[in-house]
Protein backbone atom coordinates (compact mmCIF):
# COMPACT_ATOMS: atom_id res chain seq x y z
CA UNK A 1 0.00 0.00 0.00
CA UNK A 2 2.48 2.30 0.94
CA UNK A 3 4.06 1.90 -2.65
CA UNK A 4 1.48 3.36 -4.48
CA UNK A 5 2.20 6.87 -5.60
CA UNK A 6 -0.36 9.73 -4.14
CA UNK A 7 -0.18 11.66 -7.70
CA UNK A 8 -1.92 8.44 -9.53
CA UNK A 9 -5.71 8.10 -9.76
CA UNK A 10 -6.51 4.40 -8.66
CA UNK A 11 -10.12 4.19 -8.87
CA UNK A 12 -11.12 1.81 -11.83
CA UNK A 13 -12.22 3.22 -15.54
CA UNK A 14 -15.80 3.94 -15.19
CA UNK A 15 -15.47 6.01 -11.99
CA UNK A 16 -12.78 8.02 -13.94
CA UNK A 17 -14.30 8.26 -16.63
CA UNK A 18 -17.46 9.87 -14.59
CA UNK A 19 -14.93 12.24 -12.84
CA UNK A 20 -13.98 13.56 -16.25
CA UNK A 21 -17.19 14.02 -17.59
CA UNK A 22 -18.21 15.69 -14.21
CA UNK A 23 -16.32 19.21 -12.82
CA UNK A 24 -15.25 18.71 -9.32
CA UNK A 25 -17.76 21.16 -7.22
CA UNK A 26 -16.80 23.86 -5.40
CA UNK A 27 -18.11 22.92 -1.37
CA UNK A 28 -19.09 26.93 -0.03
CA UNK A 29 -17.95 27.61 3.52
CA UNK A 30 -20.07 30.28 3.65
CA UNK A 31 -22.55 32.77 2.70
CA UNK A 32 -20.04 34.79 0.38
CA UNK A 33 -18.67 31.83 -1.25
CA UNK A 34 -21.80 30.05 -1.51
CA UNK A 35 -23.35 33.47 -3.22
CA UNK A 36 -19.80 33.28 -5.99
CA UNK A 37 -20.99 29.33 -6.23
CA UNK A 38 -24.51 29.76 -7.49
CA UNK A 39 -23.61 32.34 -9.65
CA UNK A 40 -22.15 29.87 -11.55
CA UNK A 41 -24.74 27.96 -12.14
CA UNK A 42 -27.58 27.37 -14.67
CA UNK A 43 -30.04 28.90 -12.50
CA UNK A 44 -28.60 31.70 -12.23
CA UNK A 45 -28.18 32.65 -15.82
CA UNK A 46 -31.91 33.23 -15.24
CA UNK A 47 -32.29 34.62 -11.76
CA UNK A 48 -29.84 37.08 -9.76
CA UNK A 49 -28.04 35.54 -6.96
CA UNK A 50 -30.59 37.24 -4.67
CA UNK A 51 -34.53 38.39 -4.73
CA UNK A 52 -36.50 40.48 -2.53
CA UNK A 53 -38.50 38.29 -0.16
CA UNK A 54 -41.61 39.82 -1.00
CA UNK A 55 -41.56 39.01 -4.51
CA UNK A 56 -41.55 35.14 -3.63
CA UNK A 57 -44.38 34.62 -1.39
CA UNK A 58 -46.26 32.48 -3.78
CA UNK A 59 -49.39 35.16 -3.54
CA UNK A 60 -47.23 38.06 -5.18
CA UNK A 61 -47.11 36.13 -8.75
CA UNK A 62 -49.20 32.67 -8.16
CA UNK A 63 -46.09 31.34 -10.25
CA UNK A 64 -47.71 31.60 -13.18
CA UNK A 65 -44.68 32.40 -15.32
CA UNK A 66 -42.97 29.84 -14.51
CA UNK A 67 -46.11 27.05 -14.98
CA UNK A 68 -45.93 28.91 -18.89
CA UNK A 69 -42.14 27.84 -18.67
CA UNK A 70 -43.32 24.24 -17.32
CA UNK A 71 -45.88 23.55 -19.84
CA UNK A 72 -43.62 24.85 -22.99
CA UNK A 73 -41.24 22.23 -21.93
CA UNK A 74 -44.14 19.48 -21.21
CA UNK A 75 -45.93 20.34 -24.54
CA UNK A 76 -41.97 20.20 -26.55
CA UNK A 77 -41.50 16.59 -24.86
CA UNK A 78 -44.71 15.12 -25.49
CA UNK A 79 -44.70 17.10 -28.69
CA UNK A 80 -41.65 15.27 -29.71
CA UNK A 81 -42.60 11.66 -29.15
CA UNK A 82 -45.94 12.77 -31.28
CA UNK A 83 -44.03 13.41 -33.94
CA UNK A 84 -42.53 10.25 -34.35
CA UNK A 85 -45.54 8.55 -35.16
CA UNK A 86 -48.20 11.07 -36.79
CA UNK A 87 -48.33 11.48 -40.67
CA UNK A 88 -49.29 14.99 -41.90
CA UNK A 89 -51.30 14.07 -44.86
CA UNK A 90 -55.25 13.55 -45.38
CA UNK A 91 -55.67 10.39 -45.47
CA UNK A 92 -53.01 9.05 -42.99
CA UNK A 93 -53.14 11.88 -40.27
CA UNK A 94 -56.87 10.31 -38.89
CA UNK A 95 -55.46 6.67 -38.70
CA UNK A 96 -52.50 7.58 -37.74
CA UNK A 97 -53.66 9.55 -34.36
CA UNK A 98 -56.06 6.04 -33.89
CA UNK A 99 -52.75 4.02 -34.41
CA UNK A 100 -50.88 6.03 -31.75
CA UNK A 101 -54.28 5.54 -29.14
CA UNK A 102 -54.27 1.73 -29.87
CA UNK A 103 -51.36 0.20 -30.60
CA UNK A 104 -48.26 2.64 -28.55
CA UNK A 105 -47.19 2.08 -24.88
CA UNK A 106 -48.76 5.02 -23.36
CA UNK A 107 -49.76 6.65 -26.92
CA UNK A 108 -52.85 8.05 -25.52
CA UNK A 109 -51.66 9.39 -22.47
CA UNK A 110 -48.98 10.99 -23.88
CA UNK A 111 -51.63 12.83 -26.56
CA UNK A 112 -53.43 13.80 -23.53
CA UNK A 113 -50.97 15.56 -21.88
CA UNK A 114 -50.28 17.23 -24.84
CA UNK A 115 -54.12 18.54 -25.16
CA UNK A 116 -54.51 19.49 -21.68
CA UNK A 117 -50.96 21.31 -21.20
CA UNK A 118 -52.17 22.97 -24.37
CA UNK A 119 -55.25 24.23 -23.30
CA UNK A 120 -53.68 25.43 -19.79
CA UNK A 121 -50.54 27.14 -21.60
CA UNK A 122 -53.76 29.49 -23.15
CA UNK A 123 -55.14 30.13 -19.57
CA UNK A 124 -51.95 30.42 -17.46
CA UNK A 125 -50.72 32.72 -20.14
CA UNK A 126 -54.06 34.96 -19.85
CA UNK A 127 -54.12 34.68 -15.77
CA UNK A 128 -49.99 36.23 -16.35
CA UNK A 129 -51.15 38.87 -18.15
CA UNK A 130 -53.96 39.76 -15.97
CA UNK A 131 -51.41 39.57 -12.91
CA UNK A 132 -48.80 41.58 -14.09
CA UNK A 133 -51.49 44.11 -15.37
CA UNK A 134 -53.25 44.30 -12.10
CA UNK A 135 -50.51 44.92 -10.21
CA UNK A 136 -49.26 47.49 -12.38
CA UNK A 137 -46.05 45.54 -13.75
CA UNK A 138 -46.63 46.29 -17.32
CA UNK A 139 -46.18 50.11 -16.32
CA UNK A 140 -42.60 52.05 -16.79
CA UNK A 141 -39.80 50.67 -17.04
CA UNK A 142 -41.14 47.34 -17.76
CA UNK A 143 -43.30 48.27 -20.70
CA UNK A 144 -41.28 46.73 -23.48
CA UNK A 145 -41.42 43.40 -21.78
CA UNK A 146 -45.52 43.74 -22.10
CA UNK A 147 -44.92 43.91 -25.79
CA UNK A 148 -43.14 40.86 -25.61
CA UNK A 149 -45.10 39.01 -23.46
CA UNK A 150 -48.26 39.79 -25.91
CA UNK A 151 -46.09 38.36 -28.54
CA UNK A 152 -45.42 35.20 -26.37
CA UNK A 153 -49.96 35.03 -26.01
CA UNK A 154 -49.98 35.18 -29.82
CA UNK A 155 -47.42 32.37 -30.39
CA UNK A 156 -49.66 30.26 -27.60
CA UNK A 157 -52.83 31.02 -29.48
CA UNK A 158 -51.36 30.26 -32.89
CA UNK A 159 -49.60 27.37 -31.63
CA UNK A 160 -52.88 25.61 -30.31
CA UNK A 161 -54.88 26.96 -33.37
CA UNK A 162 -52.51 24.62 -35.95
CA UNK A 163 -52.37 22.24 -33.56
CA UNK A 164 -56.06 22.17 -33.72
CA UNK A 165 -56.23 20.85 -37.27
CA UNK A 166 -53.73 18.02 -37.29
CA UNK A 167 -56.00 15.14 -36.22
CA UNK A 168 -58.12 15.50 -39.22
CA UNK A 169 -61.05 14.67 -37.84
CA UNK A 170 -64.53 16.83 -37.83
CA UNK A 171 -64.15 19.36 -35.41
CA UNK A 172 -60.96 19.93 -36.57
CA UNK A 173 -61.86 20.24 -40.03
CA UNK A 174 -64.53 22.65 -39.64
CA UNK A 175 -63.08 24.84 -37.18
CA UNK A 176 -60.36 25.65 -39.26
CA UNK A 177 -62.36 26.02 -42.25
CA UNK A 178 -64.40 28.70 -40.36
CA UNK A 179 -61.25 30.44 -39.07
CA UNK A 180 -59.60 30.54 -42.15
CA UNK A 181 -62.24 31.96 -44.14
CA UNK A 182 -62.66 34.66 -41.34
CA UNK A 183 -59.25 36.00 -42.59
CA UNK A 184 -60.96 36.37 -46.25
CA UNK A 185 -62.91 39.80 -44.56
CA UNK A 186 -59.14 41.37 -44.04
CA UNK A 187 -59.20 44.68 -46.35
CA UNK A 188 -56.79 44.31 -49.16
CA UNK A 189 -54.51 41.36 -48.19
CA UNK A 190 -57.59 38.90 -47.06
CA UNK A 191 -57.67 36.40 -50.02
CA UNK A 192 -54.06 36.76 -50.26
CA UNK A 193 -53.42 35.67 -46.82
CA UNK A 194 -56.32 32.79 -46.81
CA UNK A 195 -54.38 31.54 -49.95
CA UNK A 196 -50.87 30.82 -48.06
CA UNK A 197 -52.12 29.66 -44.96
CA UNK A 198 -54.41 27.03 -47.03
CA UNK A 199 -51.83 26.76 -49.27
CA UNK A 200 -54.46 26.75 -52.37
CA UNK A 201 -58.52 27.35 -52.26
CA UNK A 202 -59.79 25.50 -50.05
CA UNK A 203 -58.67 22.69 -46.70
CA UNK A 204 -56.81 20.10 -48.52
CA UNK A 205 -53.31 18.23 -48.02
CA UNK A 206 -51.31 21.45 -48.30
CA UNK A 207 -52.72 23.16 -45.48
CA UNK A 208 -51.62 19.83 -43.12
CA UNK A 209 -48.78 20.28 -44.43
CA UNK A 210 -48.38 24.32 -43.34
CA UNK A 211 -50.13 23.62 -40.32
CA UNK A 212 -47.40 20.92 -39.37
CA UNK A 213 -44.76 22.52 -40.26
CA UNK A 214 -45.48 26.06 -38.41
CA UNK A 215 -46.80 23.71 -35.46
CA UNK A 216 -43.63 22.11 -35.52
CA UNK A 217 -40.92 24.00 -36.47
CA UNK A 218 -41.66 27.80 -36.57
CA UNK A 219 -43.38 28.57 -33.70
CA UNK A 220 -41.30 26.36 -31.39
CA UNK A 221 -38.70 28.09 -33.01
CA UNK A 222 -40.25 31.60 -31.91
CA UNK A 223 -40.78 30.41 -28.68
CA UNK A 224 -37.30 29.29 -27.67
CA UNK A 225 -36.35 33.02 -28.64
CA UNK A 226 -39.09 35.10 -27.09
CA UNK A 227 -39.35 33.25 -23.92
CA UNK A 228 -35.76 34.09 -22.67
CA UNK A 229 -35.76 37.60 -23.96
CA UNK A 230 -38.82 37.99 -21.86
CA UNK A 231 -36.92 36.76 -18.94
CA UNK A 232 -34.08 38.01 -19.14
CA UNK A 233 -36.17 41.76 -19.53
CA UNK A 234 -37.64 40.64 -15.94
CA UNK A 235 -34.24 40.54 -14.70
CA UNK A 236 -33.00 43.74 -16.52
CA UNK A 237 -35.82 45.50 -14.69
CA UNK A 238 -34.42 44.12 -11.25
CA UNK A 239 -36.75 41.51 -11.18
CA UNK A 240 -41.11 41.37 -10.73
CA UNK A 241 -43.10 44.80 -9.56
CA UNK A 242 -43.20 45.12 -5.75
CA UNK A 243 -44.95 48.52 -4.48
CA UNK A 244 -43.06 50.90 -3.34
CA UNK A 245 -43.27 50.80 0.91
CA UNK A 246 -43.37 53.56 2.92
CA UNK A 247 -40.98 52.84 5.11
CA UNK A 248 -38.07 52.56 3.01
CA UNK A 249 -37.85 48.42 1.67
CA UNK A 250 -39.81 49.70 -1.22
CA UNK A 251 -38.53 48.68 -4.31
CA UNK A 252 -35.37 50.21 -4.26
CA UNK A 253 -34.46 48.96 -1.20
CA UNK A 254 -35.87 45.81 -0.27
CA UNK A 255 -34.85 43.09 2.10
CA UNK A 256 -33.36 40.39 -0.37
CA UNK A 257 -32.75 36.63 0.48
CA UNK A 258 -30.48 34.03 -1.28
CA UNK A 259 -32.04 32.55 -4.62
CA UNK A 260 -30.99 29.45 -3.94
CA UNK A 261 -32.44 27.58 -2.11
CA UNK A 262 -35.59 30.20 -1.64
CA UNK A 263 -36.98 31.17 -4.52
CA UNK A 264 -36.03 27.81 -6.48
CA UNK A 265 -37.46 25.51 -3.84
CA UNK A 266 -40.73 26.94 -4.34
CA UNK A 267 -40.37 26.98 -8.20
CA UNK A 268 -39.91 23.26 -8.22
CA UNK A 269 -43.01 23.11 -5.82
CA UNK A 270 -44.98 25.30 -8.22
CA UNK A 271 -43.56 22.99 -11.56
CA UNK A 272 -44.28 19.67 -9.61
CA UNK A 273 -47.80 20.08 -8.70
CA UNK A 274 -48.49 21.66 -12.00
CA UNK A 275 -47.05 18.81 -13.66
CA UNK A 276 -48.85 16.38 -11.09
CA UNK A 277 -51.82 18.18 -11.92
CA UNK A 278 -51.59 17.98 -15.38
CA UNK A 279 -50.75 14.07 -15.44
CA UNK A 280 -53.76 13.61 -13.53
CA UNK A 281 -56.22 15.13 -15.54
CA UNK A 282 -53.95 13.09 -18.76
CA UNK A 283 -55.45 9.38 -16.71
CA UNK A 284 -59.14 10.28 -16.26
CA UNK A 285 -60.13 12.77 -19.21
CA UNK A 286 -59.43 11.84 -22.89
CA UNK A 287 -58.54 14.52 -25.47
CA UNK A 288 -61.19 14.29 -28.02
CA UNK A 289 -61.53 13.09 -31.25
CA UNK A 290 -64.23 13.04 -33.61
CA UNK A 291 -64.95 11.06 -36.76
CA UNK A 292 -62.77 11.57 -39.69
CA UNK A 293 -62.79 14.87 -41.65
CA UNK A 294 -65.99 15.40 -43.79
CA UNK A 295 -65.81 17.71 -46.34
CA UNK A 296 -69.38 17.75 -47.50
CA UNK A 297 -70.80 17.79 -43.99
CA UNK A 298 -70.56 20.32 -41.25
CA UNK A 299 -71.10 19.67 -37.98
CA UNK A 300 -74.25 20.96 -36.09
CA UNK A 301 -73.57 23.48 -34.29
CA UNK A 302 -69.64 23.98 -35.01
CA UNK A 303 -68.26 25.35 -32.98
CA UNK A 304 -64.35 26.88 -33.18
CA UNK A 305 -62.16 25.63 -30.01
CA UNK A 306 -63.38 27.42 -26.67
CA UNK A 307 -60.96 30.16 -26.96
CA UNK A 308 -62.25 31.69 -29.73
CA UNK A 309 -65.25 31.11 -29.28
CA UNK A 310 -65.39 34.87 -27.91
CA UNK A 311 -64.79 35.97 -31.09
CA UNK A 312 -67.12 33.77 -32.74
CA UNK A 313 -70.03 35.35 -30.52
CA UNK A 314 -68.87 38.84 -32.37
CA UNK A 315 -69.39 37.34 -35.22
CA UNK A 316 -73.51 36.70 -34.76
CA UNK A 317 -73.58 40.05 -34.30
CA UNK A 318 -71.52 42.05 -36.29
CA UNK A 319 -70.33 41.72 -39.93
CA UNK A 320 -67.81 39.98 -40.11
CA UNK A 321 -65.33 42.82 -41.41
CA UNK A 322 -65.77 44.10 -37.79
CA UNK A 323 -65.78 40.59 -35.97
CA UNK A 324 -62.67 39.49 -37.44
CA UNK A 325 -60.51 42.99 -38.50
CA UNK A 326 -61.86 46.21 -37.03
CA UNK A 327 -62.54 45.09 -33.41
CA UNK A 328 -59.19 42.41 -32.78
CA UNK A 329 -57.25 45.26 -34.63
CA UNK A 330 -58.36 48.05 -32.61
CA UNK A 331 -57.84 45.54 -29.33
CA UNK A 332 -54.62 44.40 -30.60
CA UNK A 333 -53.62 48.45 -31.12
CA UNK A 334 -54.73 49.38 -27.39
CA UNK A 335 -52.75 46.29 -25.48
CA UNK A 336 -49.67 47.75 -27.03
CA UNK A 337 -50.42 50.99 -26.07
CA UNK A 338 -51.70 50.11 -22.77
CA UNK A 339 -48.48 50.82 -21.16
CA UNK A 340 -47.26 53.75 -22.83
CA UNK A 341 -50.12 56.35 -21.12
CA UNK A 342 -48.70 58.14 -18.75
CA UNK A 343 -49.84 56.95 -15.64
CA UNK A 344 -47.33 58.11 -13.08
CA UNK A 345 -45.89 55.84 -10.55
CA UNK A 346 -48.99 56.03 -7.99
CA UNK A 347 -50.46 52.23 -7.20
CA UNK A 348 -47.42 50.33 -8.82
CA UNK A 349 -47.08 46.71 -7.17
CA UNK A 350 -50.40 46.99 -5.37
CA UNK A 351 -53.48 44.97 -6.44
CA UNK A 352 -56.16 47.23 -8.52
CA UNK A 353 -53.68 50.36 -7.71
CA UNK A 354 -55.93 51.47 -4.64
CA UNK A 355 -58.84 50.91 -2.56
CA UNK A 356 -60.78 53.31 -4.76
CA UNK A 357 -59.27 51.00 -7.35
CA UNK A 358 -60.27 47.81 -6.38
CA UNK A 359 -64.27 49.85 -6.39
CA UNK A 360 -64.23 51.25 -9.96
CA UNK A 361 -62.99 47.56 -10.78
CA UNK A 362 -65.46 46.30 -9.14
CA UNK A 363 -68.21 47.93 -10.30
CA UNK A 364 -67.25 47.44 -13.81
CA UNK A 365 -66.92 43.95 -14.00
CA UNK A 366 -71.09 43.90 -12.48
CA UNK A 367 -71.92 46.79 -15.33
CA UNK A 368 -70.15 44.14 -18.18
CA UNK A 369 -71.96 41.39 -16.77
CA UNK A 370 -75.53 43.04 -17.30
CA UNK A 371 -74.30 45.00 -20.07
CA UNK A 372 -73.35 42.24 -22.63
CA UNK A 373 -75.78 39.14 -21.94
CA UNK A 374 -78.50 42.24 -22.26
CA UNK A 375 -76.47 43.57 -25.71
CA UNK A 376 -76.79 39.45 -27.14
CA UNK A 377 -80.55 38.90 -25.84
CA UNK A 378 -81.77 42.01 -27.16
CA UNK A 379 -79.88 41.79 -30.64
CA UNK A 380 -81.30 37.93 -30.62
CA UNK A 381 -84.50 38.44 -30.80
CA UNK A 382 -85.35 42.30 -31.25
CA UNK A 383 -83.03 43.81 -33.78
CA UNK A 384 -82.68 43.21 -36.73
CA UNK A 385 -80.38 46.11 -38.64
CA UNK A 386 -80.10 44.79 -41.90
CA UNK A 387 -83.82 44.79 -42.17
CA UNK A 388 -84.77 47.79 -40.56
CA UNK A 389 -81.82 50.22 -42.85
CA UNK A 390 -82.80 48.24 -46.18
CA UNK A 391 -81.05 50.89 -48.25
CA UNK A 392 -77.72 50.15 -47.08
CA UNK A 393 -74.87 47.62 -47.94
CA UNK A 394 -74.89 44.84 -44.75
CA UNK A 395 -70.78 46.23 -44.06
CA UNK A 396 -72.76 49.41 -43.05
CA UNK A 397 -75.98 48.70 -41.80
CA UNK A 398 -74.59 45.63 -39.69
CA UNK A 399 -71.03 46.36 -38.68
CA UNK A 400 -70.62 50.11 -38.85
CA UNK A 401 -73.96 50.50 -37.21
CA UNK A 402 -73.52 48.19 -34.04
CA UNK A 403 -69.81 48.93 -34.05
CA UNK A 404 -70.78 53.11 -33.13
CA UNK A 405 -73.20 51.79 -31.05
CA UNK A 406 -70.98 50.23 -28.94
CA UNK A 407 -67.93 52.80 -29.26
CA UNK A 408 -70.50 54.92 -27.81
CA UNK A 409 -71.37 52.85 -24.76
CA UNK A 410 -68.07 52.65 -24.40
CA UNK A 411 -66.93 56.25 -24.46
CA UNK A 412 -70.15 57.02 -22.12
CA UNK A 413 -69.08 54.62 -19.30
CA UNK A 414 -65.67 56.20 -19.82
CA UNK A 415 -66.75 59.81 -19.20
CA UNK A 416 -69.64 58.68 -15.95
CA UNK A 417 -65.98 57.17 -14.52
CA UNK A 418 -64.33 60.15 -15.12
CA UNK A 419 -67.05 62.39 -13.64
CA UNK A 420 -68.46 59.90 -10.72
CA UNK A 421 -64.88 59.34 -9.32
CA UNK A 422 -62.82 61.66 -9.40
CA UNK A 423 -59.85 58.89 -10.45
CA UNK A 424 -56.52 59.01 -11.68
CA UNK A 425 -55.83 57.96 -15.50
CA UNK A 426 -54.46 54.46 -14.31
CA UNK A 427 -57.66 53.36 -12.38
CA UNK A 428 -60.04 54.75 -15.19
CA UNK A 429 -57.76 52.60 -18.01
CA UNK A 430 -57.96 49.97 -15.14
CA UNK A 431 -62.04 50.15 -15.31
CA UNK A 432 -62.14 50.38 -18.74
CA UNK A 433 -59.83 47.13 -19.31
CA UNK A 434 -62.05 45.50 -16.72
CA UNK A 435 -65.11 46.52 -18.61
CA UNK A 436 -64.12 45.17 -21.83
CA UNK A 437 -62.26 42.06 -20.36
CA UNK A 438 -65.09 40.61 -18.59
CA UNK A 439 -67.69 41.69 -21.50
CA UNK A 440 -64.76 38.98 -23.90
CA UNK A 441 -65.35 36.57 -21.07
CA UNK A 442 -69.09 36.76 -21.23
CA UNK A 443 -69.14 36.22 -24.98
CA UNK A 444 -67.10 33.21 -24.64
CA UNK A 445 -69.25 31.87 -21.74
CA UNK A 446 -72.09 32.37 -24.27
CA UNK A 447 -70.43 31.00 -26.87
CA UNK A 448 -69.24 28.27 -24.92
CA UNK A 449 -72.50 26.96 -22.90
CA UNK A 450 -75.18 28.83 -24.72
CA UNK A 451 -75.53 27.93 -27.81
CA UNK A 452 -76.86 25.10 -29.15
CA UNK A 453 -77.96 23.52 -32.49
CA UNK A 454 -78.50 26.15 -35.36
CA UNK A 455 -76.37 28.60 -33.18
CA UNK A 456 -79.23 29.68 -31.47
CA UNK A 457 -79.56 30.28 -27.60
CA UNK A 458 -80.18 27.39 -25.45
CA UNK A 459 -80.24 27.10 -22.21
CA UNK A 460 -77.12 24.32 -21.12
CA UNK A 461 -78.05 21.05 -20.53
CA UNK A 462 -81.81 21.72 -21.50
CA UNK B 1 -10.39 73.43 -36.35
CA UNK B 2 -12.42 73.98 -39.41
CA UNK B 3 -10.14 71.70 -41.76
CA UNK B 4 -10.91 69.25 -38.65
CA UNK B 5 -14.06 69.60 -39.06
CA UNK B 6 -14.39 69.51 -42.66
CA UNK B 7 -13.27 65.88 -42.51
CA UNK B 8 -14.89 64.74 -39.83
CA UNK B 9 -18.33 65.66 -41.47
CA UNK B 10 -16.51 63.69 -45.18
CA UNK B 11 -15.70 60.57 -42.94
CA UNK B 12 -19.22 60.66 -41.81
CA UNK B 13 -21.18 61.47 -44.75
CA UNK B 14 -19.08 57.97 -46.42
CA UNK B 15 -19.74 56.34 -43.67
CA UNK B 16 -23.34 56.80 -43.34
CA UNK B 17 -23.16 56.38 -46.95
CA UNK B 18 -21.65 52.52 -46.61
CA UNK B 19 -23.87 52.42 -43.76
CA UNK B 20 -27.12 52.37 -45.58
CA UNK B 21 -25.66 50.90 -48.42
CA UNK B 22 -25.11 47.84 -46.36
CA UNK B 23 -28.91 48.37 -44.87
CA UNK B 24 -30.46 48.45 -47.97
CA UNK B 25 -28.50 45.57 -49.22
CA UNK B 26 -29.55 43.79 -46.15
CA UNK B 27 -33.48 44.77 -46.57
CA UNK B 28 -32.97 43.52 -50.61
CA UNK B 29 -31.49 40.11 -49.25
CA UNK B 30 -34.29 39.70 -46.97
CA UNK B 31 -37.05 40.60 -49.70
CA UNK B 32 -35.54 38.21 -51.65
CA UNK B 33 -35.95 35.36 -48.81
CA UNK B 34 -39.59 36.32 -48.21
CA UNK B 35 -40.41 36.33 -51.47
CA UNK B 36 -38.66 32.61 -51.69
CA UNK B 37 -40.68 31.71 -48.47
CA UNK B 38 -43.72 32.83 -49.72
CA UNK B 39 -43.32 30.83 -53.06
CA UNK B 40 -42.64 27.97 -51.32
CA UNK B 41 -46.41 28.09 -49.35
CA UNK B 42 -48.42 29.55 -52.10
CA UNK B 43 -50.79 26.81 -53.71
CA UNK B 44 -49.58 24.86 -56.78
CA UNK B 45 -52.43 25.10 -58.78
CA UNK B 46 -51.78 22.94 -61.46
CA UNK B 47 -52.48 19.93 -59.65
CA UNK B 48 -55.84 20.86 -58.36
CA UNK B 49 -57.40 21.27 -61.57
CA UNK B 50 -55.88 18.20 -63.14
CA UNK B 51 -57.27 16.12 -60.48
CA UNK B 52 -60.98 17.28 -60.84
CA UNK B 53 -63.27 17.14 -63.83
CA UNK B 54 -64.85 20.69 -64.72
CA UNK B 55 -67.92 19.50 -66.18
CA UNK B 56 -70.79 17.49 -64.38
CA UNK B 57 -73.24 16.08 -66.66
CA UNK B 58 -76.49 16.84 -64.02
CA UNK B 59 -79.05 14.91 -65.86
CA UNK B 60 -81.87 15.00 -68.21
CA UNK B 61 -84.38 18.27 -67.53
CA UNK B 62 -87.57 16.71 -67.12
CA UNK B 63 -85.72 14.69 -64.10
CA UNK B 64 -85.62 17.23 -61.58
CA UNK B 65 -88.96 18.78 -60.06
CA UNK B 66 -90.21 21.88 -60.64
CA UNK B 67 -89.15 23.30 -56.94
CA UNK B 68 -86.94 20.71 -55.86
CA UNK B 69 -82.80 20.96 -54.63
CA UNK B 70 -80.82 17.97 -55.62
CA UNK B 71 -77.50 17.35 -54.46
CA UNK B 72 -74.23 16.30 -56.20
CA UNK B 73 -71.43 15.97 -53.80
CA UNK B 74 -69.29 14.89 -56.52
CA UNK B 75 -69.51 18.50 -57.91
CA UNK B 76 -70.07 20.46 -54.28
CA UNK B 77 -73.24 22.37 -55.52
CA UNK B 78 -76.83 21.83 -55.43
CA UNK B 79 -78.67 21.83 -58.50
CA UNK B 80 -82.44 24.35 -57.91
CA UNK B 81 -85.14 23.74 -60.25
CA UNK B 82 -87.12 26.94 -59.71
CA UNK B 83 -90.89 26.86 -59.69
CA UNK B 84 -90.88 28.63 -63.84
CA UNK B 85 -88.65 25.53 -65.22
CA UNK B 86 -85.24 27.43 -64.73
CA UNK B 87 -82.28 25.59 -63.31
CA UNK B 88 -79.80 27.59 -60.67
CA UNK B 89 -76.58 25.50 -59.59
CA UNK B 90 -76.11 26.85 -56.21
CA UNK B 91 -72.16 26.29 -53.90
CA UNK B 92 -72.88 24.74 -51.04
CA UNK B 93 -70.29 26.79 -49.62
CA UNK B 94 -71.67 28.96 -46.75
CA UNK B 95 -70.92 32.63 -48.26
CA UNK B 96 -69.97 34.01 -44.49
CA UNK B 97 -67.74 31.14 -43.11
CA UNK B 98 -67.45 28.59 -45.65
CA UNK B 99 -69.31 25.84 -43.74
CA UNK B 100 -71.49 22.88 -46.34
CA UNK B 101 -74.82 24.53 -46.15
CA UNK B 102 -77.46 21.50 -46.44
CA UNK B 103 -80.81 22.17 -48.02
CA UNK B 104 -83.69 21.08 -45.34
CA UNK B 105 -86.83 20.27 -47.41
CA UNK B 106 -89.62 21.12 -44.65
CA UNK B 107 -88.15 24.37 -43.82
CA UNK B 108 -87.91 24.88 -48.24
CA UNK B 109 -84.42 26.59 -47.50
CA UNK B 110 -80.79 26.19 -47.08
CA UNK B 111 -79.72 26.41 -43.10
CA UNK B 112 -76.25 27.02 -42.37
CA UNK B 113 -75.29 24.87 -39.43
CA UNK B 114 -72.14 27.93 -37.97
CA UNK B 115 -73.81 30.47 -37.84
CA UNK B 116 -77.57 30.11 -38.24
CA UNK B 117 -77.18 31.88 -41.91
CA UNK B 118 -80.87 31.11 -43.77
CA UNK B 119 -80.87 31.01 -47.93
CA UNK B 120 -84.06 30.44 -49.98
CA UNK B 121 -83.99 28.13 -53.22
CA UNK B 122 -82.48 30.83 -55.67
CA UNK B 123 -79.48 31.29 -52.86
CA UNK B 124 -80.61 34.36 -51.93
CA UNK B 125 -80.20 35.29 -47.79
CA UNK B 126 -82.99 34.92 -46.23
CA UNK B 127 -81.38 35.40 -42.59
CA UNK B 128 -77.66 37.22 -41.83
CA UNK B 129 -74.68 36.97 -40.95
CA UNK B 130 -74.10 35.78 -45.05
CA UNK B 131 -73.34 38.97 -46.28
CA UNK B 132 -74.26 38.08 -49.78
CA UNK B 133 -76.04 34.41 -51.54
CA UNK B 134 -74.57 31.53 -52.70
CA UNK B 135 -72.05 31.47 -55.09
CA UNK B 136 -73.33 29.73 -58.66
CA UNK B 137 -71.45 27.61 -61.61
CA UNK B 138 -72.43 27.95 -64.90
CA UNK B 139 -75.41 25.36 -66.57
CA UNK B 140 -75.89 24.90 -69.91
CA UNK B 141 -78.52 22.99 -71.40
CA UNK B 142 -77.77 20.22 -74.25
CA UNK B 143 -80.47 18.59 -75.74
CA UNK B 144 -82.50 18.30 -72.54
CA UNK B 145 -80.03 17.30 -70.70
CA UNK B 146 -78.27 19.65 -67.72
CA UNK B 147 -74.43 20.60 -67.36
CA UNK B 148 -73.10 22.12 -64.66
CA UNK B 149 -69.08 23.95 -65.10
CA UNK B 150 -67.63 23.29 -61.87
CA UNK B 151 -64.11 24.98 -62.24
CA UNK B 152 -64.55 28.13 -60.82
CA UNK B 153 -67.61 29.41 -58.50
CA UNK B 154 -69.06 32.86 -59.66
CA UNK B 155 -69.80 35.47 -56.90
CA UNK B 156 -73.14 37.31 -57.20
CA UNK B 157 -73.99 40.36 -54.89
CA UNK B 158 -77.68 39.94 -55.63
CA UNK B 159 -80.43 37.53 -57.34
CA UNK B 160 -81.23 38.10 -60.97
CA UNK B 161 -83.19 36.49 -63.42
CA UNK B 162 -80.19 36.35 -65.91
CA UNK B 163 -78.58 34.05 -63.10
CA UNK B 164 -81.32 31.18 -63.94
CA UNK B 165 -81.08 29.35 -66.98
CA UNK B 166 -84.10 27.67 -69.07
CA UNK B 167 -84.21 24.63 -71.41
CA UNK B 168 -86.43 26.36 -73.58
Known sequence: ???????????????????????????????????????????????????????????????????????????????????????????????????????FLFGKFVRNIHHWSANAFIVVALLHMLRVFFTGGHREPRQFNWILGLCLLLFVLFSNFTGYLLPWDQMAYWAITIMTSMLAYIPLAGNWLQEILRGGGEIGPATLVNFYTLHTTLLPILFVIFMPWHFWRVRKAGGVVLPKAEGGAGEDNPERVHTIPYLVVKEFAVALTLIAAIFLLSIFVNAPLQEMANPGMSPNPAKAPWYFLGFQELLMHFHPLFAVFVIPVLTGILMILLPYFRYGSDGIGTWFISKRGRRMAVISAAAAMIFTPGAVILDEYLIDLQKWLPGLPPEISNG?????????????????????????????????????LTSFIVLTIIGVWFRGEGMKLVWPGG | MNKNNT??????????????????????????LVWVAVSFVKPKKQKQTAATPSIITAGPVDSFDLGSVTAFPRGRFYLARLENGGFLALSRECTHLGCTVPWVEEENRFVCPCHASTFDIKGVVTNPPAPRPLDIFPVTIENDVVMVDVSEAVERKRFEVGQVVRGY
Open chain 1, 1 to 103: MSSERPDIDHSNFLKRLWRSFTIAPLVPEDDRERKRTVLNTLVLHLHPPTVPMATIRYTHTWGLGGMGLVLFLLLASTGLLLMFTYEPAPGQAYGSILKLKGH
Open chain 1, 400 to 436: LVPFVMLLAVVTGYYFYLKRKYESTKAEITQAVFIFL
Open chain 2, 7 to 32: STTQTHTRRTFLTRFWLLLGLAALAE
